[in-house]
């Protein structure tokens, strides 16, 4: 399927770059990443217009996150339940929702580009779980804007070497997700020292008062 829809990137252009990136915001199996950096490929051959390639994909993007909160929105927990019912969907929806509970507007952003098979589970999440609608918009934006520049213009860097450019994404996006872990277990301690700080403070000062 990847190989067919590569060799329709040329000829239907930006239409088949949009269409993907919504596809693949609704979950369906749709290689969007791969058709971003064969589309910057095309861009560096002069092909395809680079601006044009980042916005179409981001603007499929963004629907398809739009359709997802609507979904979600609309259906409420029943809906989000009847997905977790497939086997292979449950395990991913239970990440998505801790996730999203545990760090809200940042996870929306995340799971755009960092943790992308998380991200069209956040946006039904989102929904049901009826999150501020523009919060999550905003955020939503801000990543997608990351996750579709990151890919057209490593293609284009990479003249359409999929991957050569494949690979230099999985080692970046591999560092960020690793700095990403440590910066969150550092602020996890820092927050827990700071609580047992207080629990002493107010301990001592019971101490001293009944005293």
């Not at 603007?59 to 927990?77: I, N, T």
Request: some cysteine; hydrophobic content about 55%; overall charge positive.
């Amino acid at each position: 399927m990847t190989d067919w829809l590569l060799a329709l990137v040329p000829t239907y252009g930006l239409w088949l770059i949009a269409g993907t990136t919504f596809a693949s915001c609704l979950a369906l199996p749709i290689p969007a990443s791969v058709i971003m950096l064969a589309a910057g490929g095309f861009a560096a051959a002069g092909d395809l217009v680079l601006w044009q390639v980042v916005v179409s994909a981001l603007s499929g993007a963004l629907a398809g996150d739009q359709v997802g909160y609507g979904a979600g929105r609309m259906g409420g927990g029943p809906f989000l339940d009847r997905i977790a019912k497939a086997p292979s969907r449950a395990k991913v929806v239970t990440k998505a929702r801790s996730t999203m509970e545990a760090k809200g507007g940042i996870a929306v952003f995340l799971s755009r580009w960092l943790f992308s098979p998380l991200g069209p589970y956040v946006n039904v999440i989102s929904g049901a779980m009826r999150h501020n609608w523009l919060r999550f918009t905003l955020w939503a934006a801000l990543g997608e804007v990351v996750w579709c520049s990151l890919y057209v213009l490593m293609g284009r860097g990479f003249a359409g070497n999929l991957s050569a450019a494949s690979d230099m994404l999985g080692s970046i996006l591999g560092l960020v997700a690793s700095g990403t872990a440590v910066l969150g277990l550092g602020w996890w301690l820092l927050l827990l020292a700071r609580k047992e700080h207080a629990q002493r403070k107010a301990r001592r000062g019971l101490s001293e008062a009944q005293d």
